[in-house]
């Protein structure tokens, strides 16, 4: 396999994420697989390349900020299908399929995915970033009267703008599947002592917009010698995640609980999010985000901790 044809590599983890993606998704076409008034569409913003490598538990002990690893052996590692894949093959198609990336690779790999389905799927391919796709896509003949959609935000890091978050909601459109990596990124660039980076300050002000995430991560303390210093909340990572909730309702009329998703070691990666402006889209979003509460791990039908 040549480098450019080698997937992205993620964490076992992956699979639940993916997993509540296509039931989703499912449910999501079959309630408008006889609906004559809207075509539907399907955007991903971070798309891949459409299968991903899947990393066994035990390669790594940590997280990295990237994950993608172009060296892995071919004939040690399993593949899953990855988010494009997953939704050209519902059984009730999208009208239409937006996938974007900004790597090249990713674009031919999704090239040559998208040729297996020329015959009953409309798709479109863009080599952009999220953001200058999302105006792209607000700026096509799509109309409120007419359309309807699911755009899937799975950000590589913290580096989905609120401003594009808010356009999809603005237009009364879209539904937003969003992956919040709070623990897996956004966390790791909120310094103990609030001397953060200037190029990290400018993804945390992208992330959260106009609201402000300071003060929910930071707080001003007295010490022994009566001098001010700032510290950082115990409880940060927890206010960041309301806040963005806050931040989604203000856009959108319905919000799910989310979804969080942990390392094979137990430990927060990152919330799955859904948000839109109908009660029958949260219905679904609940109760698929909720499955693996309910998901019995023994005879005796205990949860999952």
């Not at 993916?18 to 991903?44: H, M, P, Q, S």
């Not at 603005?170 to 200037?198: C, G, Q, T, W, Y």
Request: proline share 5%; glycine share 6%; aromatic share 10%.
């Amino acid at each position: 396999m040549t480098a450019k044809n080698v997937p992205a590599e993620v964490g076992p983890w992956a699979k639940e994420k993916l997993g509540a993606l296509e039931r989703y998704l499912d449910f999501y076409t079959k309630v408008f697989k006889n609906n004559k008034t809207y075509r539907t569409i399907y955007f991903d913003g971070f798309a891949g390349g459409g299968q991903a490598i899947l990393r066994k538990q035990n390669q790594r002990n940590t997280v990295d900020y990237d994950l993608f690893n172009e060296n892995s052996e071919e004939e040690e590692v399993e593949f899953i299908d990855g988010s494009p894949k997953i939704a050209l093959s519902l059984p009730n198609p999208f009208d239409t399929y937006v996938f974007v990336d900004n790597n090249p690779n990713r674009i031919a790999q999704l090239t040559q995915l998208s040729e297996q389905y020329l015959d009953d799927r409309k798709v479109i391919i863009r080599s952009d970033d999220c953001e200058s796709a999302i105006e792209w896509l607000l700026q096509q003949n799509i109309k409120i009267g007419t359309h309807r959609g699911v755009a899937f935000l799975d950000p590589f890091g913290a580096h989905l703008p609120w401003s594009s978050v808010s356009s999809l909601g603005k237009s009364r459109l879209f539904e937003v599947i969003i992956n919040l990596p709070l623990d897996m990124a956004i966390n790791r660039l909120l310094k103990r002592n609030n001397e953060i980076p200037k190029k990290w300050l400018m993804q945390l002000h992208s992330v959260f917009g106009q609201f402000d995430w300071h003060a929910e991560v930071y707080k001003q303390e007295i010490d022994l010698f009566e001098k001010t210093a700032v510290e950082k909340r115990s409880d940060a990572v927890e206010r960041l995640l309301q806040l963005y909730l806050k931040m989604l309702r203000s856009e959108f009329t319905c919000v799910a609980k989310p979804k969080l998703i942990r390392n094979s070691k137990g430990h927060p990666l990152y919330y799955i999010i859904w948000a839109g402006q109908h009660s029958k889209g949260l219905q679904g979003a609940e109760y698929i985000l909720g499955m693996s509460e309910r998901l019995p791990t023994g005879p005796k039908g205990g949860r999952p901790r």
